[in-house]
């Protein structure tokens, strides 16, 4: 579909890394940010191309469920 892809944190944890920034061209399936969560790292990834339109979290930042780290374009 179309529209901005928003990628949100599944479930509560800690930013890890964030591997994009603002203005960022991404590919499907590219990385963008790992959260730690439960002990695990889990890298979320777009689910198709875009342009990041903006990054909402940090690294080291602690996160909510859903809440949305960052908006491709």
Do not use: C, F
Not at 16 to 45: I, P, T, Y
Request: charged share 20%; glycine share 12%.
């Amino acid at each position: 579909g179309g529209g901005p892809q928003r990628i949100a944190a599944p479930m509560p944890g800690r930013v890890v890394k964030v591997l994009v920034k603002a203005g960022d061209a991404v590919s499907a399936r590219q990385g963008l940010v790992v959260v730690e969560a439960m002990k695990m790292e889990n890298e979320l990834r777009a689910a198709r191309p875009g342009i990041v339109g903006e990054v909402r979290v940090a690294e080291g930042a602690s996160v909510e469920a859903n809440t949305v780290l960052m908006v491709i374009v």
